[in-house]
């Protein structure tokens, strides 16, 4: 059975899934697992679901009647799409429409408000509503549309059509996995992420009925995987998690404070930090951290300048705020990585990147930390930033912030051992 090709490697409606992906993607926050925590780089739901199937669907000598198929189990057909319409204004189709057709169906008060009539049927109001649905282009229609994980699967006509195609016997997304695992495989399709991340293809997996396996090198990664696999099951599950989450985030903050980190000596809290790379000057040896610019916040006003560490043979990094526009074009000009190129600040030389030996990542200057309002510098002595205005910048949500815990929790336990 194993030669027997499948969908996906014949043909992918790649420009169709990528629209449901962006769409996906737009959701933000209501996306399904971007609630448990955020995860860089996390695989949109509907691409993973598009994938797996892709690979499970076998082909016959009809592609178009495969791709068809393989559309209406992902309700991204005509008919799926209409089930997945969550409504559209009324007033929007009410302007579509004839003069006889607005009049037969709308009712409009003095104030211009349009509404239905109240003596239609919902069958009335859905066969006009779909017609209007009808002339949309897909785009257009998925601005009206949950999302396919948002609905519960293909209609029962759509699965008749679906298992005479395939030869199956399925009225669930999970049945027809299993059916064509069996087929394909002689079992429950196995599907592995050894870089899962955020989680999403073994959460996606799992939940369309494969037996799914994940790892990841980071154990946030590994953390938030697990609890997809095992929390995000109902609204009421979402509900739970948000609560333990801020327990966790009480108590890590909690930890934080009495250890002291993330504090400077007057109690204040760090709020952001920025981070850049530093190479080896391969001619004078001293430690360049790498920036284009030295400008940190235009607006705000907030340049970095690199002063010698002799001792140490490296730059210290000091924040200024409200820098002079000569400041601020210093700064600009003093860029130490340009074109694939550093400039050492200390010996002037300028090296193409490739023959600078990379280092490390280390914390630009010193962690701004704000309180009441103000930004100071983390390190003790730096006098001249008390009483700084906060810097406009993406404060850390609350479930990064518990990631950034749990990562330093981890790693403190790491050392200890
Ligand atoms: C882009 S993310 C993965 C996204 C995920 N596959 C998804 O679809 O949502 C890459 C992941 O690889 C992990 N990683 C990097 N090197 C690794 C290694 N050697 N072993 C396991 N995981 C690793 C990182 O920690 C990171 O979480
Ligand atoms: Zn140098």
């Known amino acids: 059975m194993l030669e027997d090709k499948v969908f996906i490697e014949e043909q992918f409606p790649v420009s169709l899934v ?20 955020k995860w860089w780089g996390r695989k949109e739901l509907i691409l ?14 009809n592609p178009k009647k495969d791709r068809e198929m393989f559309l209406k189990i992902l309700t991204m057909d005509n008919d799926g799409l209409w089930r997945r319409c969550k409504g559209i204004p009324a007033k929007i189709i009410f302007e579509w429409l004839s003069e ?17 009539k109240r003596e239609l049927s919902i069958e009335e109001e859905d066969e006009v509503t779909r017609r209007y649905f009808e002339t949309l282009s897909y785009d257009e229609k998925l601005e009206y ?6 609905i519960d699967g293909p209609s029962s006509a759509a699965w008749k059509d679906i298992n005479s195609h395939l030869s199956t016997e ?8 299993e059916q064509l695992g069996l087929r394909r495989f002689d079992r429950i399709p196995k599907v592995g992420d050894a870089f899962c991340g955020g989680g999403s293809i073994p959460f996606e997996a799992a939940r369309i009925g494969c037996d799914a396996y994940g790892s990841d090198l980071n154990p946030v990664a590994a953390a938030l995987t697990w609890a997809g696999l095992n929390l995000v099951k109902s609204e009421d599950d979402v509900e739970a998690v948000a609560q333990a989450q801020q327990k966790v985030f009480d108590e890590a903050d909690q930890q934080i404070t009495q250890w002291g980190i993330e504090h400077n000596e007057m109690g204040w809290r760090a709020d952001a930090y920025l981070y850049c790379t530093e190479v080896k000057c391969p001619s004078c040896s001293v430690l360049v951290p790498l920036s284009n610019t030295w400008v940190v916040g235009p607006t705000s006003k907030v340049i970095a300048e690199l002063e010698l560490d002799e001792a140490n043979n490296r730059f210290d990094i000091r924040l200024t705020q409200n820098a002079s526009s000569a400041q601020l074009k210093a700064a600009k000009e003093a860029a130490t990585y340009q074109d694939s190129r550093v400039y050492c600040p200390k010996c002037g030389e300028d090296i193409p990147l490739s023959i600078c030996v990379k280092q490390r990542v280390f914390v630009l200057g010193s962690p701004m930390i704000s309180c009441q309002g103000k930004m100071i510098s983390f390190r003790s002595g730096c006098t001249q930033f008390v009483g700084w205005k906060p810097i406009t910048m993406t404060k850390l949500r609350k ?19």
């Open 100 to 116: 006889f057709e607005r009049e037969k169906y709308f009712a409009v008060t003095k104030t211009g408000r349009v509404s239905w």
């Open 170 to 177: 399925a009225s669930t997304i999970q049945e027809l996995v």
């Open 399 to 417: 479930e990064q912030f518990v990631i950034s815990v749990l990562q330093m929790l981890t790693i403190c336990n790491g050392n200890k051992q």
């Open 145 to 150: 549309c949950h999302r396919p994980e948002q």
């Open 18 to 37: 990528s629209k449901e992906t962006l769409k996906e993607g737009k959701a933000v926050q209501s996306q399904t697992l971007t609630g448990l925590g």
């Open 48 to 61: 993973v679901r598009a994938s797996i199937l892709g690979m499970l669907m076998p082909t016959s000598d």
